[in-house]
């Protein structure tokens, strides 16, 4: 135990350091918003928790729509699952492109945000809807490429990011309101994070799994044993790994609901029978 505090305490050095001479240290964590949106009333803010990561760790967003002036504004959502806000990442601040999350979105009305109110949201950063390409010409591919993530990790490399979210208002003429992008480090893992992640890496149905609680739809029954018993196996061989509470936490929700789901499969199915 006390190895691995050592190597994680010479990695955490290590990379403050290469921060500190490729863009200096972040002070705050917390994006700066650009003033656009309708006659500059909305304002876009971005944050996160801390700056350094490690691979397949999950990253958690925290969202803030803000009204500026005095009257109540109406817009159509406020948070990534309206489908509204858009999450764009780009490695070393080169061109950003956009993250697609799982999960389903959500159907809500119209979002109003009284005077000088806001609306605060969160959203994480972890599985992307990498899309497939295999029967796609050359040209088709490079427009996927150029515009979105290709990878299943939203982040599958050690190395500076930078993350920035947009807020769409669609109408006749459609506004964009964007957060500056705050800036995150994401490193190599080290001792059972890095076993962890030798076995995950390649796995994009356990990077939606970790994050969403559940497994896509595409995914068989049979598939899914098979999925959570490698989980349970990454969990019990890898005690002290930041990853593998991960893997935990996702695999007793899943449990959880899983048992719900069949209460209550069963009580529908009972209610059937005495109905007939």
């Known amino acids: 135990m006390k190895k691995r505090k050592s190597l994680y305490l010479i990695g955490g050095v290590l990379t403050s350091c290469f921060v500190f001479l490729s863009l200096g240290v972040s002070?705050?964590?917390?994006?700066?918003?650009?003033?656009?949106?309708?006659?500059?009333?909305?304002?876009?803010?971005l944050a996160v928790p801390k700056q350094n990561y490690v691979k397949g760790e999950i990253v958690p967003l925290e969202i803030e729509v803000a009204n500026t002036s005095s009257k109540n504004i109406s817009i159509k959502g406020a948070d990534v699952e309206s489908g509204y806000v858009k999450i764009?990442?780009?490695?070393?601040?080169?061109a950003f492109r956009q993250y697609l999350p799982g999960g389903v979105r959500k159907k809500t009305g119209n979002v109003v945000l009284s005077g000088y109110g806001t609306v605060k949201s969160q959203a994480t950063i972890l599985w992307n809807f990498a899309p497939e390409t295999k029967d796609l010409s050359d040209s088709a591919v490079k427009t996927y490429s150029d515009n979105q993530l290709m990878t299943?990790?939203?982040?599958?490399?050690?190395?500076?990011?930078?993350?920035k979210a947009v807020l769409i208002i669609p109408?006749?003429?459609?506004?964009?309101?964007?957060?500056?992008?705050?800036?995150?480090?994401?490193?190599?893992?080290?001792?059972e994070d890095l076993e962890v992640w030798n076995e995950i890496r390649d796995n994009g149905e356990i990077a939606y799994f970790v994050q969403q609680n559940e497994f896509r739809g595409s995914v068989t029954s049979v598939e899914?044993?098979?999925?959570?018993?490698?989980?349970?196996?990454?969990?019990?061989?890898?005690?002290?790994?930041?990853?593998?509470?991960?893997?935990?936490?996702?695999v007793e929700k899943f449990r959880v609901s899983e048992t719900k789901r069949k209460e209550f499969m069963e009580k529908l199915k009972n209610r059937k029978k005495s109905e007939n």
């Open 27 to 45: 002070r705050t964590l917390i994006a700066d918003s650009y003033n656009f949106g309708p006659q500059g009333e909305l304002t876009l803010k």
């Open 88 to 94: 764009f990442v780009s490695p070393s601040n080169l």
């Open 152 to 163: 299943d990790y939203a982040f599958p490399d050690a190395g500076i990011y930078f993350v």
């Open 171 to 191: 109408g006749e003429t459609m506004t964009k309101i964007e957060s500056r992008a705050v800036q995150i480090v994401v490193g190599e893992p080290i001792g």
């Open 224 to 250: 899914k044993e098979k999925l959570l018993n490698k989980i349970e196996q990454l969990v019990a061989d890898n005690p002290n790994s930041l990853l593998r509470n991960q893997l935990s936490e996702s």
